[in-house]
């Protein structure tokens, strides 16, 4: 056996907690089970087909963001088109 360490968020972190008392499981045993799932995706899986659960912005395209999330701009003619499914 190794021991290994890393950075959790809280939430993950709860989670995982929750996850262990909940069904009786190790926290170590839930790690690496789901490691290993994660790694055996991997190698199934061609890498231009895993999309990643996060988006890393810069300072200004947050910026950016949270300004069209508090001034939505007027939806396009396209946008409407793909909503009504023409």
Sequence with gaps: ???????ISEET????????????????????????????VLKEIPEEFIVSTQIILSHDSFKEVASMLENPPEPTDALKELMRGD
Excluded: D, R, W
């Excluded at 056996?1 to 950075?7: P, R």
């Design 1 to 7: 056996m190794a021991q290994v360490s890393g950075y």
């Design 13 to 40: 972190k709860a989670n995982m907690e929750h996850y262990s008392s909940s069904y009786g499981i190790k926290k170590g045993f839930l790690i690496e089970t789901a490691l290993n799932h994660y790694l055996q």
